[in-house]
């Protein structure tokens, strides 16, 4: 195999073992890769050197934004995947707990991205906490081999430089408490169970169901003819992470049995008045851009910018989308109107 920098690369297609119908891609196969000094200590270790197919994946959240495209990126691996909704288990209910142990084996990957998002009150944050308690429970009878969660950068303190996974985890939302709290819960009831979390930037792509500011909600404005407001004068600027990639971040995670922290982001931050005028920019004519006046502070200061050299280096391969490239992505795969 070839090497660069002292590290392995193995190259695979669909399937993994040898079918090369899929588009080839090349994955580190080297469980723990050395940073030189003064880079982040934090690590994504990864359990399997060369990548394998999971004996089976099992995804709770699957009719969601990344548990979909997470779901979909697996299968296109060759790895068998069931796919759970809350119409299969209800976290929340009360038979939730045992009819998700019902779809665990010992062989599992279970990749949890079943959440009520983004936690606007204590009752969500709490109703959270239940579902992974249902989580664990449901783990702790009936074991798995490996856990991917889903979880978030807010979990992490504002900051004026750039957040790694190093940085210092003080969420300052309860959309954060809740997702720090549930990787805590994972740690602490489910100790020999190997954990990935996976904390993404906000995420953007076609069939996001939140519609939130920023990339989603402006590019669905902009292809109706409705003007694009802003927040004050949009300039706050903030990194956005294309649905794909994250959910190619996630299948990683499982073809390596990663352990340990990663942050699913691009490293560049863009502002929302940017952003904007690209959205407007590829439907004619361009829809106006509404300047508004702000109320409250801007959140996270104006600015959350982070440090992507871990993903790149735990996943050389990994091609992230520009910002340009997903808005592309997200044109082509809307239907016309």
């Excluded at 002292?6 to 695979?12: C, D, L, P, V």
């Excluded at 495209?69 to 209800?90: F, I, K, M, N």
């Excluded at 409705?226 to 794909?244: A, M, S």
Aim: charged share 15%; aromatic share 6%; glycine share 8%.
């Amino acid at each position: 195999m070839p090497s660069t920098d002292g590290i392995a690369f193995f190259t695979y297609g669909r399937g993994v073992a040898g079918r090369a119908t899929g588009r080839a891609v090349r994955l580190a196969a080297q469980a723990s890769l050395t940073l030189p000094r003064g880079t982040i200590a934090v690590m994504l270790t990864l359990q399997w050197p060369s990548p394998r197919l999971p004996a089976r994946v099992v995804v709770m959240g699957a009719g969601g934004f990344v548990g979909h495209a997470s779901a979909t990126q697996l299968a296109s691996t060759g790895a068998p995947v069931v796919r759970l909704t809350r119409a299969e288990v209800d976290l929340l209910g009360p038979g939730g707990s045992a009819a998700l142990r019902s779809h665990l084996t010992p062989d599992t990957t279970l990749v949890v991205t079943s959440a009520l998002a983004p936690v606007k009150n204590t009752s969500m944050l709490l109703d959270n906490l239940r579902m992974m308690q249902a989580v664990i429970e449901a783990v702790q009878a009936s074991p798995v081999a490996h856990v991917i969660y889903i979880s978030s950068d807010a979990v992490y303190a504002d900051s004026a430089g750039l957040l790694t996974e190093a940085s210092s985890a003080e969420p300052a939302s309860l959309h954060g408490v809740m997702h720090l709290a549930r990787e805590v819960m994972l740690r602490n009831e489910l100790p020999g169970v190997p954990l990935a979390c996976v904390r993404p930037t906000l995420i953007f792509g076609p069939g996001d169901p939140h519609n939130g500011y920023g990339p989603n909600r402006f590019m669905r404005l902009a292809q109706a003819g409705e003007r694009i407001v802003l927040f004050g004068q949009g300039e706050e600027r903030r990194d956005h992470i294309f649905i794909d990639d994250v959910a190619a971040i996630v299948t990683r995670c499982a073809l390596h049995r990663a352990t340990g922290i990663i942050n699913a982001v691009t490293g560049v931050v863009t502002s929302f008045r940017t952003i904007a005028e690209m959205a407007a920019a590829r439907y004619s004519p361009p829809v106006p851009i509404v300047d508004t006046p702000r109320v409250g502070a801007m959140p996270h200061n104006g600015y959350r910018a982070f440090d992507a050299s871990l993903l790149a280096r735990v996943f050389p391969d990994l091609q992230l989308a520009t910002l340009a490239e997903g808005l592309d992505r997200v044109v082509a795969a809307a239907p016309r109107v």
